[in-house]
């Protein structure tokens, strides 16, 4: 979450996310034209791109160098592309290929897997365990989850009822999330065993389209955006563990009440008023247009990122204590010229309160990217990170002149 790629008309951009006032363009490429899919290897100089010219064909480049260090073509059009420091996945709509990174040789391929059009399925970028999660069935919400390492199947989890719309993981690929083509239930499994373990509901209208769904680095939140205005962000946490000691209230007693009635009502109706509902969320001025979301931490504030399909990206101040609504504070142009141009009229700053500033100031329980497994950012050459030697095996593929894998500074 600390860089942004984008496919545009004339080729690709890739932007580093690592203050709110300016959106450093990385790199710019207009050798392919129509690029639908790009996917960075972290904050490394590997990049994959596919265009509409040659749907079919996968190209991997080494950005820094503007070299191409290989390409493979497929059976049929790719639909979609996920990639960590161990395995490159190819998601076709009846097949998938999984690459080891270190030398781009094919794996293994799934083949015969259920008709997935849009091209869904996750990778866990902890390269430790390199989950992978696609649809099981074209019919139901089975996920299939698969194990990148072993290259084993580990297991199925039945999440929903109607077939699947989202998945992701969280980032040390111990929790999945999904979504249903309805769309009003949210879930997150434990991973690799499958057990339910949270359960949303995003809203009561009918075949929402969920476009995308995503933790935050320290899985503390998770959230969804759809083709609707709003943005949700939902707290993982088990808000009946805390509540024994809660002061007599009425609305404490009512809460006990209901929670008893539950035991008597159908499931279906137990089930929605036990479900926690949004913690945050963001009313955006669009509607009916496929935005991205992502929640990051920039200059020590949690924040909400949303890029939409017209070429902006939305930066809302996220308070971690008592949610609410996102404050926007910026919104940047990335279909701008040369320099990257920013959307003055929408450039709101207001002041963030005191008692925001100390809660973000006291919350030590986040751990540091440094410290995550599989995961680099940006300010990973600012800490001289080196994927140690002993992580990959050396291989045709060489990224850098210094044989970092991948090279970490730009």
């Known amino acids: 979450c600390s860089s942004l790629a984008i496919g545009t008309t004339t080729g690709y951009r890739l932007f580093s996310l690592s203050s709110v006032e300016q959106l450093d363009q990385v790199h710019e490429s207009n050798e392919i034209p129509d690029v639908y899919i790009v996917e960075r290897l972290f904050s490394s100089s590997l990049v994959v791109v596919v265009s509409h010219a040659k749907p079919q064909q996968m190209n991997v480049y080494h950005f820094k160098k503007g070299t191409e260090i290989c390409?493979?073509?497929?059976?049929?059009?790719?639909?979609?592309?996920?990639?960590?420091?161990?395995?490159?996945?190819?998601?076709l709509e009846e097949s998938i290929y999984i690459h080891n990174i270190k030398d781009m040789k094919l794996l293994k391929t799934i083949m015969d897997t259920p008709p997935n059009t849009t091209g869904l399925c996750a990778l866990s970028i902890n390269h430790a365990?390199?989950?992978?999660a696609y649809p099981g069935s074209a019919t139901s919400g089975e996920i299939a989850l698969y194990d990148g390492n072993?290259?084993?199947?580990?297991?199925?989890?039945p999440a929903h009822d109607g077939p699947l719309a989202a998945l992701t993981f969280n980032s040390t690929g111990s929790k999945l999330a999904s979504a249903s083509e309805k769309g009003t239930v949210i879930r997150v499994f434990s991973i690799p065993g499958g057990q339910k373990l949270y359960e949303f509901r995003r809203g009561m209208k009918r075949y929402v389209n969920i476009s995308s769904l995503v933790f935050s680095m320290d899985s503390q939140f998770l959230c969804a955006s759809s083709n609707t205005e709003t943005v949700h962000i939902f707290k993982l946490e088990h808000l009946t563990d805390s509540r024994p000691e809660e002061p007599p209230t009425w609305s404490g007693y009512m809460g006990k009440m209901f929670q008893a009635a539950t035991n008597y009502l159908p499931a279906q109706v137990s089930g929605m008023m036990s479900q926690d509902r949004a913690f945050a969320t963001v009313r955006l001025n669009i509607s009916g247009q496929r935005n991205i979301c992502a929640l990051s931490t920039i200059q020590k504030l949690p924040r909400l990122l949303v890029t939409t399909l017209d070429g902006h990206l939305y930066i809302y101040n996220l308070d971690p204590q008592d949610g609410g609504e996102c404050v926007l504070i910026k919104n940047h142009s990335l279909l701008g010229s040369g320099k990257v141009e920013e959307n003055k009229e929408n450039d709101l700053q207001p002041p963030v309160p005191q008692s925001y500033a100390a809660t973000v100031a006291r919350q030590s329980t986040v751990p540091s990217t440094s410290t995550m497994p599989g995961y680099s950012e940006d300010g990973g050459a600012l800490r001289g990170e080196v994927i140690p030697e002993h992580e990959f095996a050396?291989?045709?593929?060489?990224?850098?002149?210094?044989?970092?894998?991948?090279?970490?500074?730009?």
């Open 394 to 410: 050396t291989g045709p593929v060489c990224l850098d002149d210094e044989n970092e894998f991948p090279p970490v500074s730009i």
């Open 150 to 157: 072993t290259l084993k199947t580990a297991c199925c989890i």
């Open 129 to 132: 365990n390199s989950y992978l």
């Open 71 to 91: 390409n493979y073509s497929y059976s049929s059009k790719i639909l979609s592309i996920r990639l960590n420091r161990q395995r490159l996945v190819v998601c």
